[in-house]
């Protein structure tokens, strides 16, 4: 409850005339759509992530960047381009999810990236594998504004977490954790909000008391099972229990269970804004194949609105089962 009445505070705080009318004319313009079939889309992004870096320590096999499939060009995301970004957001950008493909924490600018978006009055969220949280830098990601930060800890000890995280430490994410918690209480600071998060597998479902305690070891102010990704049909031996799958196996063939509608909140209300300035529809585009235009030579506004972007909602309201990167989506 702590931890909802927190963000919910800072929700509040974040507030403006301008975000609340932006999120009505969002809002009221997909559900439009999809009453009457006819594509209306109206506002700006409530909702956005930018991406620090889509470089990976780990190597977790149902990961694009992990198991090395993804095609992207590796970089980092500079300082100057984020200052770009934020005025052309701001007024209408209520909440932003810094992080995409990669571990965050790998570009050194990251928290001066946060600390910009707390200047724009943006609320922010990290999610990291904590490998590089350490006691000399978690008094500045404490201190920077950032609102929530996810640490992945699909595991209980060593064995059960590196079979998912391979080339992982355990102990590294528990002493990242423990760092964040004795910043917060040097500062005597309720943020950034910690949520464990754990993904389930065959090796962590019948283990989520081991996981639960040590989130509340290491001061984690709420703790998350979520379904995983599933791409590649080798780690099929991975899978959960179908209770604990966004999947069904057929004839040894993995299947999403929910049925494909022809509409997307996502692409009414956010987007993504890769390292390198590619506007993206969604985190599920892991390879840019629709990139809409690049911010470091369009305004973001320009491609928000472009007829490209209009088309693609079409599409996405007319054959979405048709779209290759929705067939994975529990949207």
Not at 147 to 161: A, N, P, R, V
């Amino acid at each position: 409850m702590k931890f909802y009445l927190i963000f919910a505070t800072q929700i509040l705080q974040s507030l403006s005339f301008a975000r609340v009318w932006n999120f009505m004319q969002l809002y009221f313009s997909y559900t439009y759509s999809i009453i009457s079939k006819k594509i209306v889309h109206k506002g700006n992004p409530a909702f956005i992530s930018i991406e620090p870096t889509n470089i990976c320590n780990l190597q977790c096999p149902e990961c694009p960047t992990g198991n090395k499939s993804s095609i992207v060009e590796k970089g980092q995301m500079q300082l100057e381009l984020c200052k770009k970004i934020l005025p052309q957001i701001k007024k209408h950008t209520l909440f932003a999810n810094l992080y995409f493909q990669g571990e965050p924490f790998i570009n050194k600018e990251t928290i001066a990236i946060i600390q910009e978006a707390k200047k724009a009055n943006i609320i922010t969220s990290i999610s990291s594998n904590a490998h590089f949280i350490t006691k000399e830098n978690a008094n500045e990601i404490v201190t920077s504004g950032l609102t929530k930060l996810i640490i992945s800890l699909d595991g209980y000890d060593q064995e059960s977490y590196e079979k998912y995280r391979r080339n992982g430490s355990f102990q590294k994410v528990l002493d990242g954790m423990q760092a964040i918690q004795e910043a917060k209480q040097k500062n005597n600071s309720n943020l950034p909000l910690i949520e464990l998060q754990c993904l389930l597998f065959k090796h962590t479902e019948n283990n989520k008391d081991k996981i639960q305690e040590l989130g509340k070891q290491y001061g984690a102010d709420i703790i998350q099972f979520k379904t995983a990704q599933f791409y590649d049909e080798s780690n099929i031996d991975m899978l959960p229990s179908e209770k604990n799958s966004r999947y069904e196996v057929k004839e040894g063939h993995i299947e999403i269970k929910k049925d494909l509608q022809n509409c997307c909140w996502k692409m009414w209300c956010s987007c993504i804004i890769a390292w390198n300035g590619n506007v993206l529809p969604c985190c599920f585009d892991k390879n840019h194949s629709f990139t809409f235009g690049n911010i470091t030579t369009v305004k973001f506004n320009e491609i928000w609105h472009s007829a490209k972007y209009y088309s693609f909602r079409k599409s996405v309201f007319s054959n979405r089962n048709k779209i290759e990167m929705c067939q994975n989506c529990s949207e």
